[in-house]
C-alpha cells in the first residue's frame, strides 16, 4: 500500500518568514495530494491540494509543489503569521475522493 | 457548504460501556463516509469505509465487532465502540464524500469526538 513519510516533525519559525513541508509517496499511482491543517481539538482543514497533472499551485500565501519523478511534494507558506500555528498534514491518495493515506505531520510554530 | 458535524464532540464513558458517535453531512449528500483514529500527538489513521446501503470495509487490524458502522443513509454514518477500554480513547475523527461536490469529490471532514474511557 501507500507509504508518505512528512519531514520535519516540528518546525519553528520567526513571523514573516517562510515555512517548507516536505512529503514522499511510495505508490507512483498515486494523483491527489491534498494538506491538511489541524488546530487543536479539532478536525482537519484542507488548505491546498494538487493534482498529478500540475507541478504547482498557489494560494495567497500558500503553495504547493510536486515532482512526481521523485515522488514528493511540498508545501510552502510564505509571510507567516502566529495563526499559521498548527500542525499540517500531507496526504496521498488515487482520486480526490478516494481512501487518503497521511504523513505523520509537522507542528509549525510560529513566533511573533 | 461542504459542512460534516459529529456529534458528540467529546464523551467519557466507563470501561465495559459502548458508545456511539455520529457523522452527518449536512448540506450534501455524502456516498462514501471514512472513519479515522487519531492517538495524541500522532497523525490519522483509516478504520473503515462506508459506502450508503452497504457494510464497511475496515483495515487490516481494525475489529469490525468492535468498532460496529452503520451507514444507513446519505447524511448519517456512525461508529459504535462496544465494550469500549482505556485503550480505546482516542480522537475519532470522519470524512464524507460526495459525488460530484467541490473539487473533483473531495473530502470534508468532520471536527471529530474525543473519547475518554475509565
Not at chain 1, 515532482?67 to 495563526?83: D, G, V, W
Not at chain 2, 460534516?4 to 466507563?14: M, R, T, Y
Request: with cysteine.
Amino acid at each position: 500500500g501507500e507509504n508518505v513519510e512528512q519531514h520535519p516533525s516540528t518546525l519553528s519559525v520567526q513571523e514573516g518568514d517562510s515555512a517548507v513541508i516536505k512529503c514522499t509517496y511510495s505508490d507512483s499511482a498515486s494523483n491527489y495530494f491534498p494538506w491538511y491543517k489541524q488546530e487543536l481539538g479539532k478536525g482537519p482543514q484542507l488548505i491546498i491540494d494538487i493534482r498529478s497533472n500540475v507541478g504547482e499551485k498557489k494560494d495567497q500565501r500558500i503553495a504547493v509543489t510536486l515532482n512526481k519523478t521523485a515522488k514528493h511534494f511540498s508545501l510552502h507558506i510564505t509571510e507567516t503569521q502566529p495563526e499559521d500555528s498548527a500542525v499540517y498534514f500531507c496526504a496521498a491518495s488515487m482520486g480526490a475522493g478516494n481512501m487518503l493515506t497521511f504523513g505523520g505531520g509537522t507542528r509549525l510554530m510560529v513566533k511573533p | 457548504g461542504a459542512v460534516v458535524s459529529q456529534h458528540p464532540s467529546w464523551v467519557i464513558c466507563k470501561s465495559g460501556t459502548s458508545v456511539k458517535i455520529e457523522c452527518r453531512s449536512l448540506d450534501f449528500q455524502a456516498t462514501t463516509m471514512f472513519w479515522y483514529r487519531q492517538f495524541p500527538k500522532q497523525s490519522l489513521m483509516l478504520m473503515a469505509t462506508s459506502n450508503e446501503g452497504s457494510k464497511a470495509t475496515y483495515e487490516q487490524g481494525v475489529e469490525k465487532d468492535k468498532f460496529l458502522i452503520n451507514h444507513a443513509s446519505l447524511t448519517l454514518s456512525t461508529l459504535t465502540v462496544t465494550s469500549a477500554h482505556p485503550e480505546d480513547s482516542s480522537f475519532y475523527i470522519c470524512s464524507a464524500r460526495g459525488g460530484g461536490y467541490g473539487s473533483g469529490s473531495e473530502q470534508f471532514f468532520g471536527p471529530g469526538t474525543r473519547l475518554t474511557v475509565l
